[in-house]
């Protein structure tokens, strides 16, 4: 038996075995419990003393995309539990651990277009929530974004304000999203220069997912490469001056523990990738970036879509990763 179902507009995503709520889809066609009875396949399993609905779904075909719709007589509490493949190319045992994005071309974006700037930032936020979304579907474990640099700063102060608006509203509108999907939010850089209001959304949205434990974002907000080794190195000069270590123990899995990554199983991405033809790391993850492999995308952030991030793993995933070894 075959299924067919249409994705809404913006495709979700799933693990490949995890819990999608309902309430993030329009439509979907459930099966009546006579239905679910006498139809062969285990489409549908409904637990008659539990509160969820849940839909198992068994792909056949490695291409199908499965994209679903919220049924009206299902309430937005219900789960769906996918069971969901790769895109064709991709290998699991190759996939990396950490995703790094540096996220770049949302200006020119919008210019090419003829659209205000804050349209392409509004573009490009849509992109990376895709991105995001992906990358829980196919059980990356952390995404990293460079959403704003400390050279950033310098830009026109109503562009900077409307950005910082656009992230503080992107945390919460999506604060359902993250806990449903058991993603944990972590954000790096200087804090304290963001506004108060995006501080507060910080430390609602680190807080509440704190324990979860499937994928995790972190956004480089008013981050720097450069100042992140430095803070590390004075944390431990600190503790050097203190007597708590030696300076001939200063080693580089002390200069690690001291990063503003600490806070990730992964703190070194496996792969960065840059849009907009960029080719260049723009003090972003320096440290960390020493063995990362770096894929630099001609697309502008909002032209930056699945087909273009399943070519950017595809060319990962044909890499010799030798690490300084032959």
């Known amino acids: 038996m075959s299924l067919s179902l249409n994705f ?3 495709p979700f995503i799933a693990s490949q075995s995890c819990r999608v709520p309902f309430h993030r889809f329009k439509h979907a066609s ?3 419990p006579s ?8 489409i549908c399993a409904t637990d008659p003393h539990h509160e969820q609905q849940r839909i198992n779904i068994n792909p056949a075909d490695k291409e199908t995309a499965l994209k679903i719709r919220s049924s009206p007589g299902l309430s937005s509490g219900d789960h ?4 969901t493949t790769l895109p064709a190319g991709l290998r699991q045992e190759l996939m990396p651990k950490h995703v790094g994005l540096i996220l770049d071309g949302n200006r020119r974006w919008a210019r ?3 659209l205000p700037v804050i349209s392409g930032y509004e573009a490009g936020i849509r992109s990376w ?7 829980w579907k196919w059980g990356i474990k952390v995404l990293s974004g460079f959403a704003f640099s400390t050279e950033n700063w310098g830009r026109p102060k109503e562009e900077v304000g409307f950005l910082m608006g656009l992230l503080e509203r992107t945390l919460r509108d999506e604060m359902r999203t993250f806990m449903r999907k058991n993603i944990r939010v972590s954000v790096i850089g200087d804090v304290s220069a963001l506004p108060s209001s995006l501080q507060e959304a910080i430390v609602e949205a680190e807080e509440a997912t704190r324990n979860n434990g499937g994928l995790q974002l972190i956004i480089a907000m008013s981050y720097s490469g450069q100042y992140d080794i430095v803070q590390a190195c004075r944390q431990i ?5 203190d007597g708590f270590i030696d300076p001939q123990d200063v080693s580089k899995s002390l200069i690690e523990q001291e990063l503003q990554t600490k806070l990730t199983e992964f703190p070194c991405p496996d792969i960065i990738i840059r849009t907009s033809n960029e080719h260049r790391l723009s003090n972003y993850f320096l440290w960390q970036a020493a063995y990362s492999e770096l894929y ?6 909002p032209d930056f879509g699945e087909a273009e991030f399943v070519e950017a793993l595809v060319c990962f995933q044909k890499r010799n990763r030798r690490f300084g070894s032959t």
């Open 112 to 114: 090419s277009k003829s």
């Open 296 to 301: 630099f995308a001609p697309q502008l952030l």
């Open 30 to 32: 459930v099966l009546s």
């Open 8 to 10: 809404s507009p913006q």
């Open 129 to 135: 929530i895709l991105l995001l979304e992906l990358c």
């Open 237 to 241: 000069a600190v503790k050097v001056k």
């Open 35 to 42: 239905q679910r009875r006498l139809s062969p396949d285990p």
């Open 80 to 83: 769906l539990v996918l069971d």
